[in-house]
């Protein structure tokens, strides 16, 4: 395609599945407020396309800029409630964005391996994030919005440099390999939180201290495995089981903590251990 820029006219409202697919020549696009609805990988594959700019309250199917490798730059200035997933997904040099207001759900796999993305502001008004949302993405910090009561599965994971986690008391859950290979020393739990699902923890190799907050009941499959700098750890009364592998290769921990008394300590039941290096 040699299509280098485009000024869509004001009255158009809709643009169709793959209407720009590999238009390699596209730098730059401009939705105007007269679009109601972009559908499925409206523009995937743009692959010269840095920065995008929409204007209404728009609704999007899924994939809208998927794999725009040099997209740079997005900018949302209105009202919209819900970004589909793969948004943005290997969007691989994107490093700015500006969230439209109100937005409630960011879709799975949104900015997944958005490999530059390394810093980013999550509206206070989300409360749902997809999973795989924030997977293999340079962040550092994250703040977990307010509203937000479950970390999706796998949302943070693979996100080496992310070393700042900030999670509110309105989360009850976090989800499977949520934070799994992840940067951060210490990381602080809600204490009314009730569930951390398996290999929620997996490979956090810089992991040192951590308290289980009272809720808990069962320590998941996996959930702390390869966390090999681990040497603290608090574990409630309310615990009843460790499941398998939980602490697998956590070779430094020398220190557990137990909130209860020594008879509920030996009626917790603990899987075995799998036999593996390390």
Same mark, same amino acid.
């Given at each position: 395609?040699?299509?280098?820029?485009?000024?869509?006219?004001?009255?158009?409202?809709?643009?169709?599945?793959?209407?720009?697919?590999?238009?390699?020549?596209?730098?730059?696009?401009?939705?105007?407020?007269?679009?109601?609805?972009?559908?499925?990988?409206?523009?995937?594959?743009?692959?010269?396309?840095?920065?995008?700019? =929409?204007?209404?309250?728009?609704?999007?199917?899924?994939?809208?800029?998927?794999?725009?490798?040099?997209?740079?730059?997005?900018?949302?200035?209105?009202?919209?409630?819900?970004?589909?997933?793969?948004?943005?997904?290997?969007?691989?040099?994107?490093?700015?964005?500006?969230?439209?207001? #109100?937005?409630?759900?960011?879709?799975?796999?949104?900015?997944?391996?958005?490999?530059?993305?390394?810093?980013?502001?999550?509206?206070?008004?989300?409360?749902?994030?997809?999973?795989?949302?924030?997977?293999?993405?340079?962040?550092?910090?994250?703040?977990?919005?307010?509203?937000?009561?479950?970390?999706?599965?796998?949302?943070?994971?693979?996100?080496?440099?992310?070393?700042?986690?900030?999670?509110? #008391?309105?989360?009850?859950?976090?989800? #499977?390999?949520?934070?799994?290979?992840?940067?951060?020393?210490?990381?602080?739990?809600?204490?009314?939180?009730?569930?951390?699902?398996?290999?929620?923890?997996?490979?956090?190799?810089? +992991?040192?201290?951590?308290? +289980?907050?009272?809720?808990?009941?069962? =320590? #998941?499959?996996?959930?702390?495995?390869?966390?090999?700098? +681990?040497?603290?750890?608090?574990?409630?009364?309310?615990?009843?089981?460790?499941?398998?592998?939980?602490?697998?290769?956590?070779?430094? +921990?020398?220190?557990?903590?137990?909130?209860?008394?020594?008879?509920?300590?030996?009626?917790?039941?603990?899987?075995?251990?799998?036999?593996?290096?390390?």
């Amino acid at each position: 395609s040699a299509i280098s820029s485009i000024t869509l006219p004001d009255n158009i409202t809709q643009i169709e599945e793959g209407t720009f697919y590999a238009c390699s020549d596209l730098t730059s696009i401009i939705i105007p407020n007269s679009v109601v609805q972009i559908k499925k990988e409206a523009f995937y594959k743009c692959a010269s396309l840095t920065d995008a700019v =929409i204007l209404g309250k728009t609704e999007f199917d899924s994939g809208t800029f998927k794999g725009c490798k040099n997209l740079v730059a997005v900018s949302f200035r209105n009202s919209i409630r819900v970004l589909p997933n793969e948004m943005f997904r290997e969007c691989v040099k994107l490093q700015n964005i500006v969230f439209p207001t #109100e937005v409630k759900k960011l879709g799975g796999y949104i900015f997944y391996r958005c490999n530059l993305l390394s810093e980013i502001v999550i509206p206070e008004t989300v409360t749902e994030i997809g999973d795989y949302g924030f997977a293999y993405t340079a962040l550092q910090t994250v703040k977990i919005p307010n509203g937000m009561t479950e970390i999706g599965n796998w949302v943070f994971c693979e996100c080496k440099n992310l070393n700042n986690v900030t999670i509110p #008391e309105t989360v009850k859950i976090i989800g #499977e390999g949520a934070f799994s290979d992840c940067a951060f020393v210490k990381i602080s739990l809600p204490k009314r939180m009730s569930q951390i699902k398996n290999v929620a923890f997996w490979n956090c190799s810089a +992991l040192r201290k951590i308290a +289980l907050p009272e809720g808990i009941t069962v =320590i #998941e499959t996996q959930a702390f495995e390869g966390c090999v700098s +681990l040497t603290d750890i608090y574990i409630p009364a309310s615990v009843i089981k460790v499941k398998s592998d939980a602490f697998n290769r956590c070779k430094s +921990l020398s220190n557990v903590y137990f909130g209860g008394s020594e008879e509920l300590w030996k009626q917790i039941v603990i899987a075995e251990t799998s036999a593996s290096p390390g």
